[in-house]
């Protein structure tokens, strides 16, 4: 198994490409169970677990990038299920509890703004996961990494409540969610402790800036499944000159602040190359 809930506190994974169906025809009338991917409201696409199953292959980093990369194709003996999602709209499926034969993971696409969430189904061990997405009430690029505004995550929650019940008659009950507050925090607080260091932003007026991603992925166990977040990125930064700063780090004996300024120079680019994991933890 390429990916496992201790590999995800060292090693850092990014979903790449994965051929499954990405367009959706209306539900007008409802398509049958297995068909394919149906379209809601032109908002919502339920993909059956058929369609969203694939033979999970991995790619090895390179000097360019420190990601494993995530990627498959569609096989509906495959041994992973993969949940797609598309701008300003909300995916889902039902994942079957317990897991089919030779089934070991599920994941989704990966996140930086996007919020994913479980429900339960009532008189089913079953699941359903989703993730929706908005480009709306942005908190803007001066923002730390882990800020969403509360119309935003408004949003998304209301795409949610409304795909809710394009399953009806199923009663579903949510059981949790994964937003960017917290898959993110990890990238905020680095960045504020860069400020707190007296870091400031690569460019002009700006601070410390976090680059990364957020990759979901979720564990058979038992009758149900376990779904974890990882968290990996880097922070860009520059870090503080003159005379004074550098004779205050040999008074202290902050050598490696002297070490970093000989070897890397005054900035600290962050770059797929500098990728590493930041937080992992689970969701469910």
């Given amino acids: 198994?390429?990916?496992?809930?201790?590999?995800?506190?060292?090693?850092?994974?990014?979903?790449?490409?994965?051929?499954?169906?990405?367009?959706?025809?209306?539900?007008?009338?409802?398509?049958?169970?297995?068909?394919?991917?149906?379209?809601?409201?032109?908002?919502?696409?339920?993909?059956?677990?058929?369609?969203?199953?694939?033979?999970?292959?991995?790619?090895?980093?390179?000097?360019?990038?420190?990601?494993?990369?995530?990627?498959?194709?569609?096989?509906?003996?495959?041994?992973?299920?993969?949940?797609?999602?598309?701008d300003d709209e909300v995916t889902s499926m039902r994942l079957p509890c317990p897991a089919p034969a030779g089934v070991a993971f599920f994941m989704t696409d990966n996140m930086s703004g996007c919020k994913f969430y479980v429900d339960r189904i009532n008189g089913s061990n079953d699941l359903i996961v989703y993730h929706a997405n908005t480009h709306q009430h942005t908190a803007g690029p001066l923002a730390d990494?882990?800020?969403?505004?509360?119309?935003?995550?408004?949003?998304?929650?209301?795409?949610?409540?409304?795909?809710?019940?394009?399953?009806?008659?199923?009663?579903?009950?949510?059981?949790?969610?994964?937003?960017?507050?917290?898959?993110?925090?990890?990238?905020?607080?680095?960045?504020?402790?860069?400020?707190?260091?007296?870091?400031?932003?690569?460019?002009?007026?700006?601070?410390?800036?976090?680059?990364?991603?957020?990759?979901?992925?979720?564990f058979p166990a038992g009758n149900t499944w376990e779904f974890w977040y990882q968290t990996w990125g880097d922070v860009s930064y520059k870090r503080p000159t003159g005379f004074g700063v550098v004779a205050e780090s040999v008074v202290t004996f902050h050598w490696n602040y002297l070490r970093k300024r000989v070897t890397q120079g005054d900035t600290h680019q962050a770059s797929y190359a500098t990728m590493r994991v930041l937080d992992h933890r689970r969701i469910l």
């Fill in 1 to 86: 198994m390429p990916v496992t809930r201790q590999s995800l506190a060292t090693t850092p994974y990014q979903v790449g490409a994965v051929q499954v169906p990405a367009s959706a025809p209306p539900a007008v009338p409802p398509a049958a169970p297995n068909a394919g991917p149906t379209k809601y409201r032109n908002v919502h696409t339920i993909y059956p677990a058929t369609v969203c199953r694939i033979d999970l292959a991995t790619t090895a980093p390179t000097v360019h990038s420190a990601l494993t990369v995530l990627r498959g194709a569609r096989n509906v003996n495959g041994d992973a299920y993969y949940l797609k999602y598309f």
């Fill in 145 to 218: 990494a882990d800020t969403q505004t509360g119309a935003a995550n408004g949003v998304l929650d209301g795409m949610h409540n409304a795909a809710q019940g394009d399953y009806a008659p199923l009663v579903l009950n949510n059981a949790a969610s994964c937003a960017m507050p917290t898959y993110f925090a990890a990238g905020g607080a680095a960045e504020r402790r860069k400020r707190l260091q007296g870091r400031r932003g690569v460019l002009a007026g700006q601070n410390a800036k976090f680059l990364g991603g957020c990759t979901i992925v979720g």
